[in-house]
């Protein structure tokens, strides 16, 4: 996904913004997007409509991929931990 959104950004606004030129600009930009660091004025000035439902999706979908990892692992550390529990009782 996360090479999908640098894609698409690069494709749309990479011939306009200079923080998309490049892929690798491109990856950087969309990487500082999920941090918070990003600038939304220059991309909401050249395309306000697309701008935002293509920023607000990749937040969106991207912070429910980071959700469900750490949730996962939550959830293999607490199984694997119940494991031991019961072997411990056991013995």
């Known amino acids: 996904m996360f090479i999908a959104y640098s894609i ?3 494709v ?3 011939w306009k913004l200079s923080s998309y030129r490049t892929f690798a600009d491109s990856l950087l930009t969309i990487l500082s997007l999920q941090m918070g660091i990003f600038n939304y004025a220059e991309v909401l000035d050249d395309t306000p409509v697309l701008g935002g439902l293509l920023f607000g999706s990749c937040i969106v979908f991207m912070t429910f991929v980071v959700l469900n990892l750490l ?3 939550i959830l ?3 199984n694997q931990e119940q494991i031991h ?3 411990w009782l056991t013995v």
């Open 8 to 10: 698409v950004c690069n």
């Open 12 to 14: 749309i606004y990479g």
């Open 71 to 73: 949730i996962s692992v």
């Open 76 to 78: 293999v550390a607490f």
């Open 85 to 87: 529990h019961k072997l």
